[in-house]
């Protein structure tokens, strides 16, 4: 069983940034994928961004290439979400959620373990 602890949201005017990080216990293998999705009130829980742990190979939706990044800490067990040119249409609770596969997916039945998220607020 894999542990996600999310923590970096807050409330941030248009225009800043926010990291937000997702620190993993319990992994017993290197061969998996880490994501993270969105979900605003009234919308269906959204795909963000995806990286494979072990070719650092990344995916994001179209909505936010060129303003998020998402790394990962292979020491720390942790993977970051750095989020710039934060709009409002950003506003959401942030998932962090794990995947036992070196395939990455946008679909959120795909991964097996998620945290309890991370509310970030974009003020207009």
């Known amino acids: 069983q894999v542990q996600l602890v999310e923590s970096g949201g807050g409330l941030v005017q248009a225009g800043g940034s926010l990291r937000l990080s997702c620190a993993a216990s319990?992994?017993?293998?290197?061969?998996?994928?880490m994501a993270w999705f969105r979900q605003a009130p009234g919308k269906e829980r959204e795909f963000v961004a995806a990286i494979a742990w072990g070719g650092s190979t990344v995916k994001y939706v179209d909505s936010v290439k060129g303003r998020f990044t998402i790394s990962r800490d292979s020491a720390k067990n942790t993977v970051y979400l750095r989020m710039d040119s934060l709009k409002h249409e950003d506003t959401a609770l942030y998932y962090c959620?794990?995947?036992?596969?070196?395939?990455?997916?946008?679909?959120?039945?795909?991964?097996?373990?998620w945290g309890q998220g991370t509310q970030v607020t974009v003020s207009s």
């Open positions: 319990g992994r017993t293998s290197s061969n998996f994928a």
């Open positions: 959620a794990h995947r036992l596969s070196i395939t990455m997916s946008t679909m959120t039945a795909a991964y097996d373990y």
